[in-house]
Nanobody, 125 residues
Framework: QVQLVESGGGWVPAGGSLRLSCVASGGSIGIYTMAWFRQALGKEREFLGA????????NYGDSVQGRFTIDRDNGKNTVNLQMNNLKPDDTAVYYC??????????????????WGQGTQVTVSS
């Protein structure tokens, strides 16, 4: 299984943008569906979006559709999350995750076999 490390979190005012990055080691992300989740304090982990191996197939959660975009570079073993028009409700710890390709663009937390340690995003009103 790959090891994942996120970066790019921080503080941003409402309406602003952030770009999170996830770097993998110990294997190629090319054999995984790559996804982003988040977990706000006191809430369950929420699916944000997933990318198939080529990057052309994507799936997004309703709360971020049209604002967040996932892109991946299999050669650099990285996957990114571009977040635009951020809102205070987007405040959470953001996680990168990997699932076997057979699970396609799964939204189910339990299908993801590798997780990063998370990066905090805080959006102020």
């Amino acid at each position: 299984q790959v090891q994942l490390v996120e970066s790019g979190g921080g503080w941003v005012p409402a309406g602003g943008s952030l770009r999170l990055s996830c770097v993998a080691s110990g294997g190629s992300i090319g054999i995984y569906t790559m996804a982003w989740f988040r977990q706000a304090l006191g809430k369950e982990r929420e699916f944000l979006g997933a990318s198939g191996w080529s990057g052309q197939d994507t799936n997004y959660g309703d709360s971020v559709q049209g604002r967040f975009t996932i892109d991946r570079d299999n050669g650099k073993n990285t996957v990114n999350l571009q977040m635009n028009n951020l809102k205070p409700d987007d405040t959470a710890v953001y996680y990168c995750a990997a699932a076997p390709l057979i699970d396609r663009l799964t939204t189910n937390v339990e299908n993801y076999i590798s997780w990063g340690q998370g990066t905090q995003v805080t959006v102020s009103s």
